[in-house]
């Protein structure tokens, strides 16, 4: 079974500028995750979808941040405009269903905002 | 608002030494509670996931307990091996499973 992909493995950006990642999740899995980890810092929830629909994105920063998950598969998340702050490692997730199973990440994206 | 706390940031051990790794949150209503792996430059590796039922899940030489009342989960890794050295990082599962609220993690180095 494949794991979660995600592309590119890293950016180097300067801010102001516009930047968008790629995930394409396990097959079948219905709930996928963005997370931001910050160098030291344990991995935070930006955004959730189950399926194609946005179950909770309250600390996705919306003036800057967008994520979309066209027919509840791969997903895209974007920077708009960057800022220093946003560099870190973003991470996409995802489970079968919310509940009861393990979460399963890709090996995340890591973002330099010069 | 639950938050994660992991004691210690830093571990460095002897090979062959059994060790604890501990993971505290504030609110005990929890629904699940997984650990990971991480190892540098990578993304995370799920070890075990403990459902608010259970008192404990075993994988190999891992054994992580929870204990909801007192807002605590413990990782054990027997008899430590250089390969072990990574960072773990527990995740607390709330609204029934819906989102995870992660700890700042435990980075661990056991020396040959």
């Known amino acids: 079974e494949a794991g979660v992909a995600q592309s590119p493995r890293y950016k180097i950006i300067e801010k102001r500028q516009s930047v968008a990642f790629w995930c394409n999740p396990i097959?079948?899995?219905?709930?996928l995750y963005w997370y931001q980890q910050i160098l030291g810092q344990g991995p935070k929830l930006l955004i959730q979808?189950?399926?194609?629909?946005?179950?909770?994105d309250s600390q996705l920063p919306k003036d800057r941040f967008s994520a979309e998950r066209l027919k509840g598969v791969d997903s895209t998340l974007k920077i708009q405009p960057a800022k220093l702050e946003d560099s870190a490692v973003y991470l996409c997730?995802?489970?079968?269903?919310?509940?009861?199973?393990?979460?399963?990440f890709g090996p995340g994206t890591r973002l330099t905002v010069t | 608002k639950q938050e994660v706390t992991q004691i210690p940031a830093a571990l460095s051990v002897p090979e062959g030494e059994n060790l604890v790794l501990n993971c505290s949150f504030t609110d005990s209503a929890i629904y699940n509670l997984q650990w990971f792996r991480q190892d540098p430059g990578k993304g995370l590796t799920s070890l075990l996931l403990i459902q608010s039922s259970q008192r404990e899940q075993t994988s190999g030489r891992l054994n992580a307990s929870l204990d909801k009342s007192s807002g605590r989960s413990t990782l054990y890794i027997a008899a430590s091996q250089p390969g072990d050295s990574a960072t773990y990082l527990c995740?607390?599962?709330?609204?029934?499973?819906?989102?995870?609220?992660f700890g700042p993690g435990t980075r661990l180095s056991v020396l040959p």
């Open positions: 995740a607390v599962g709330d609204n029934y499973g819906q989102n995870f609220v």
């Open positions: 979808f189950q399926n194609n629909g946005v179950v909770d």
């Open positions: 997730a995802s489970r079968p269903v919310a509940g009861l199973y393990e979460q399963y």
């Open positions: 097959s079948g899995h219905a709930t």
